[in-house]
């Protein structure tokens, strides 16, 4: 008996042994995928999984880097490769945890026309905002200075002695030559320099200056710089470009495209343009330690470009206190709802997604409003966008709110046995940039003179058209209706 227990139990290990070795999965895949199917994506089940790798460095090779540290971008493809092979497909972002001993490059824009933003006279506006940003950057170790105008020069001075300097642009007379601006070299070399473990931000008044622009029209200029932007930014797959708009005091020569130089004494705009992998401004968006880097103070408007559509965490309410009707939420796939019915008395069907949208760097008056979101299906539902507040949060939906920032109520009349139902945040250009863009800057006296900058749609809208070719849409929300 004992004889014919051990022979069984043989079998069975070497069956077992058989059908691992079938599959052809490691101790690493199986717990990328055992982490996926039960929705963890905590920071402890990312140690755990980074444990195994760190465990076996030989055979994961391939996701540590030469220090030995863990490759966020392998593991992530890694990830995302398994994750795609489920059904429904999951998804998991780890840049957030990729985030520690990140470095800061800041590119600072030195021109004829950058040099009156720091005038004795003025409150410093530029200089304020710059300094924030390195005050604020948490690996405060980590951060590089770069003086930009024909290229690029390293900053010869310190950190300490950047930000104590009251007179940044004297400090730095004679660095590159400042009567123009090679926008191509700059955002160029920036892209190819960014990485996955780098944020870079341009201090810049996102004027194109080129070398000789003597008898040549502005539109051949607005053309030039239009095609430059698009080609340089689409050369460049996986990053994302943020931009803000501040303003600040302006004191001395300003030089306009004709290049007749005046002076000018008020204020005028100028732009902190940060540059990530997508992946990794999703992270900074969202992530604590860098809640006042990326808040930046005084700005008066602001934009993100993305390349594609942003994955953006979401489910649906099982039960929530405007719901309407009736559903059952697939097990196998959270996006399906069956044995749909609408209320008995009034025929209306309402749910709610929670979803995580805070990552997209968008404001509220933009994802709150209705009128941002394409929504098509055979019902017509209609949508309401909401931020989620503590007090809404308790014992009951914490495993649903938690992670999550919006609430979007879908409300309608279900007709038919099914339904599709696809809600987009459209990725609309911007109608600010539109409204802070000359075509003339020769005088002073010209309107908008000082809340304007010359050419800057154009610019601007050749890096949209660049980044949005997968695509006008910043995510999308599919879900299926079933009676």
């Not at 949508?383 to 992670?403: F, H, Q, S």
């Amino acid at each position: 008996m004992k004889k014919t227990f051990l022979l069984f139990a043989v079998v069975v290990l070497a069956v077992a042994g058989a059908m691992t070795s079938c599959s052809g999965s490691s101790a690493l895949e199986d717990a990328v995928r055992s982490a996926l199917v039960q929705k963890d994506t905590t920071q402890a089940r990312f140690d755990s999984i980074c444990s195994i790798i760190k465990g076996n460095p030989r055979e994961y090779s391939a996701y540590m880097t030469q220090d030995g540290e863990i490759n966020i971008d392998e593991l992530g493809k890694l990830i995302e490769s398994i994750g795609n092979g489920l059904r429904p497909p999951m998804h998991w972002n780890i840049a957030a945890y990729g985030l520690n001993n990140m470095s800061l490059t800041i590119y600072f824009e030195r021109s004829g026309s950058m040099v009156p933003y720091d005038a004795p006279s003025g409150r410093g506006q530029l200089k304020k905002a710059v300094n924030d940003l390195i005050n604020y950057f948490p690996y405060r170790d980590n951060v590089k200075i770069n003086i930009v105008n024909d290229g690029i020069y390293p900053y010869s001075g310190t950190i300490d002695s950047f930000l104590q300097d009251r007179n940044i642009y004297a400090s730095t007379r004679g660095v590159g030559n400042a009567s123009f601006t090679d926008f191509g070299k700059i955002f160029g070399d920036v892209l190819q320099a960014n990485n996955s473990r780098n944020i870079s931000v341009i201090i810049t008044d996102m004027i194109y200056s080129p070398a000789d622009t003597r008898d040549v029209s502005a539109d051949k200029i607005f053309n030039e710089e239009n095609s430059l932007a698009t080609n340089t930014f689409k050369r460049n797959n996986g990053k994302s470009m943020a931009i803000y708009q501040l303003t600040g005091d302006y004191n001395g020569q300003y030089y306009p495209y004709n290049n007749q130089p005046f002076q000018y004494n008020g204020t005028r705009p100028f732009y902190i343009v940060i540059v990530a992998d997508s992946k990794v401004m999703d992270a900074i968006a969202t992530n604590k330690d860098f809640a006042q880097f990326f808040n930046i103070k005084d700005a008066l408007n602001s934009y993100r470009f993305n390349q594609g559509g942003s994955e953006v965490e979401w489910n649906v309410l099982p039960d929530w206190k405007d719901n309407a009707g009736r559903f059952r939420i697939d097990h196998g796939n959270t996006a399906q709802l069956n044995n749909v019915e609408g209320d008995r008395a009034t025929g209306t069907l309402c749910f709610t997604v929670a979803a995580n949208l805070d990552g997209l760097g968008k404001t509220d008056e933009v994802l709150c409003n209705p009128g941002s979101y394409s929504v098509t299906s055979m019902s017509q539902f209609a949508i309401k966008v909401t931020r989620i507040t503590p007090d809404m949060i308790n014992g009951n939906n914490k495993a649903y709110l938690e992670g999550k920032t919006h609430l979007i109520t879908i409300t309608g009349d279900f007709k038919g046995s099914r339904d599709e139902v696809k809600i987009m945040l459209r990725n609309d250009f911007p109608q600010w940039i539109a409204q802070s863009t000359c075509t003339d800057d020769t005088s002073p006296s010209l309107p908008g003179f000082g809340t304007t900058t010359f050419g800057l749609q154009h610019f601007l809208r050749g890096i949209y058209d660049a980044f949005n070719t997968g695509g006008a849409n910043y995510f999308t929300i599919d879900l299926t209706l079933n009676r």
